[in-house]
């Protein structure tokens, strides 16, 4: 066996652990380290068949800004399950049909095999993998990259808006109420009599005769 093939292996058993613990977990923080550690061993078996943009992008996109926003969104959401039931085996025959689904789709890929490509393989080899993607998605399938970016951002919008629901420990503020507000509502002037002033005069005017006696 060379390095490659222990490679794979290392890398399937810790994938294989790492997304058990994604769906067993009690705890949702644990659950997202646990998906960000599938990702990278996903990216270490993409590296391995050579698909190394799909391998760093895989690093770069999900594990370096949307798994990192996910955790963030769950501890800011703060969400405690000590009080709940949860049950693996309430989730498990769906579970188990779908993962069932999987592992039949794999199982008839292999068996089958992929088509043979019409280009020779010396003509493939030449062709960067990062300029053929970059064609096809920004020609071929530019609208659903559109689609997908449009998605993204209501996902964004929804993750800022379940943060500032109204919670006790929370600070909510309105914006709309920020932007309409006028400055005669911000600053108020109060009058204030000068009554200090009317009541230390005549404390002078007494205090003058006796003055004059002492003298």
Known sequence: M???TGFF???TAVLLFAAFRVVTSRNPVHAVLYLMLAFSQASGLWLLLKAEFLGLTLVLVYLGAV???????VMMLDIRLEGDRWSFWQHFPLAAVLGGLVAAEIIAVQWVGFPELATPAVAAAEVSNTKALGLLLYTEYLYPIQVAAVI???????AIALTLRHRKDSKFINAGNQVRVR???RL???PVATTRKAEAAPAADAATPEEGQKA
């Open 152 to 158: 993204l951002l209501v996902a964004m919008v929804a």
């Open 67 to 73: 798994m990192v926003l996910f955790l963030f969104v």
């Open 188 to 190: 108020v002037v109060v």
């Open 2 to 4: 060379d390095y490659q």
């Open 9 to 11: 292996y290392l890398f």
């Open 183 to 185: 400055a005669a509502d």
